[in-house]
C-alpha cells in the first residue's frame, strides 16, 4: 500500500484549480475538485457537466483550471470525455502523443443521477479509462434548488416544497454508487471532502486502474441545504458520522467499507443543522425522522453484511 | 476588461490562458474577514486544504498570511481551526469599510 499522505506534502504541490472563481462563499464543490485535483500526479483533462461548478468556474474569459478543460452540455460530460480519451488512445497508438494522461469528468448531482445517467452509464459499459466524479449536494443547486433524484427524502426544495400539503420530498434518494457498481465496473467510491486522506487515497487508487472508476462525493451547498456559509466540512463530517453518506468502495465487486464511525449519531444531529429539513422537527412530522433513521439503519447494516460476504 | 467584439472571441470560446480567474478578485464578497493568530497556529494546514477559494498561503509547507484579494469571508478555516489548548488561530471579525 502507498504511504500515507499528509497535508505538508500536498501543499507543495502546485493547485490546479484556481481563486477568482465565482462559487458562492463556503461552497463545497471548490474543497472537492482541488483534492482531487491535488491527488494525481498525472497529467489531467477534465471535462464538466453543466452545473454550478462548470458555470463559476469558466466565465467568458476567466478560467479557474490550470489544466485542459472542456464543457459541452448537460447530459454529456460522460460522453464528450470518452471521446478525448479514444482521441487519446487513437494519437498515443499513432506515435503522436507520449504523454501519460488521465481523465475525469465532473458532474453535479443533476448532471450525474438524472440528466447525464445515459451518458454515463454509456461511458462506463463502454470501458473508457476515466474517472467520473459526482459532488452531490443534493439538488439542481445552479438553477434554484429544485429537486433531483439525489434529493433526500423529506427535504425542502423549490420544486417540493414543504408546507401543509407535503413535507417536503416524498420519495427516497436512489443509491448512485450502487448503480454505478452494478455496472460491473473495476472501481467505485463514496467519499466526503472532511475525511480529505479518505478521499486523496480513493482517486489515487482510481487513477492506477485502467478502465472506468466511478466516485460519489457529498457536497455542501449552504444556499440549499440552508445552512451557515462556514459549515461545509462540519456537515459532511456528520453526513458521513450518522452514516447518511458511508465512505466505502467497491473494488472488483469487492465492497470494503473505509470509514467506520467510532459512534454513529442518530440522523437528527445531521437534519436539525439544515433548514431544508426544518420542518421535520414539527410534531406532526416527527415520524418521518424515524422513518429517515431507519432506512438509513437499513442501508448501513446492507453495507455492512456485503462486506462481511467478502472477509475472509 | 473590456468587451470583446464577436469578431476577437476564439473559435469555441477556447480560453487559452490556464487559471485567468486570478485576474478576478473576490476579496470585496467578504463581510466577516479572518484573522490568523500565529502564535495559536499548529501549522496543521487544516485551514489550507478546506479553503475553498485557494486564499490560504503556504510555503514551504508552512501556513503563512490569508490572501485577501480572494477570501469570501465563507468562515470554514475559521470553524476548523483545532489551535492551541483550545485557543483558535483564526478569527473571524468584521470587514471595516
Sequence with gaps: ?312 | MKLKNWKEVTPGAVITEAGSSVKFKTGSWRSLKPVWIEENCIQCLFCWIYCPDMAVKVKDGKRTEFDYDYCKGCGICALECPGKKGNKAILMVEEEK
Design chain 1, 1 to 312: 500500500m502507498a504511504k500515507a499522505v499528509t497535508l505538508k506534502e500536498l501543499s507543495k504541490k502546485e493547485l490546479l484549480f484556481a481563486p477568482g472563481h465565482r462559487l458562492c462563499a463556503g461552497c463545497g464543490a471548490p474543497i472537492v475538485v482541488k483534492m482531487v485535483l491535488l491527488a494525481s500526479d498525472y497529467h489531467l483533462v477534465a471535462a464538466n457537466a453543466t452545473g454550478c461548478l462548470e458555470v463559476s468556474s469558466c466565465i467568458s474569459d476567466y478560467t479557474a483550471w490550470k489544466i485542459p478543460w472542456i464543457h459541452n452540455a448537460f447530459e454529456n460530460a460522460a460522453a464528450t470525455l470518452s471521446g478525448v480519451e479514444t482521441m487519446y488512445r487513437s494519437l498515443k497508438k499513432q506515435g503522436k502523443i507520449d504523454k501519460e494522461i488521465k481523465f475525469i469528468a465532473f458532474g453535479g448531482d443533476g448532471g450525474t443521477y438524472d440528466i447525464g445517467f445515459q451518458s454515463l452509464s454509456g461511458a462506463m459499459e463502454r470501458g473508457h479509462d476515466m474517472l467520473y466524479i459526482c459532488y452531490d449536494n443534493g439538488a439542481y443547486m445552479n438553477t434554484g434548488i429544485q429537486r433531483s433524484s439525489a434529493t433526500p427524502f423529506g427535504a425542502d426544495t423549490t420544486t417540493r416544497p414543504a408546507g401543509s400539503v407535503v413535507p417536503g420530498k416524498t420519495e427516497q434518494r436512489k443509491n448512485l454508487t450502487k448503480i454505478m457498481a452494478a455496472h460491473n465496473i473495476p472501481y467505485v467510491a463514496q467519499a466526503s471532502p472532511s475525511h480529505w486522506a479518505d478521499l486523496v487515497r480513493k482517486v489515487r487508487k482510481a487513477l492506477e486502474i485502467t478502465g472506468p472508476k466511478f466516485m460519489n462525493i457529498v457536497t455542501p451547498c449552504n444556499r440549499g441545504w440552508r445552512s451557515r456559509t462556514d459549515d461545509a466540512i462540519t456537515l459532511s463530517r456528520l453526513a458521513v458520522d450518522t452514516c447518511y453518506w458511508p465512505l466505502y468502495e467497491i473494488e472488483n465487486g469487492v465492497t470494503k467499507i473505509t470509514f467506520r464511525p467510532r459512534e454513529k449519531k442518530p440522523i437528527a444531529d445531521f437534519l436539525k443543522t439544515q433548514g431544508r429539513f426544518k420542518h421535520l422537527f414539527k410534531p406532526e412530522n416527527e415520524v418521518l425522522i424515524g422513518k429517515i433513521q431507519e432506512s438509513i439503519d437499513r442501508e448501513w447494516e446492507k453495507l455492512q453484511k456485503e462486506e462481511a460476504c467478502f472477509a475472509s
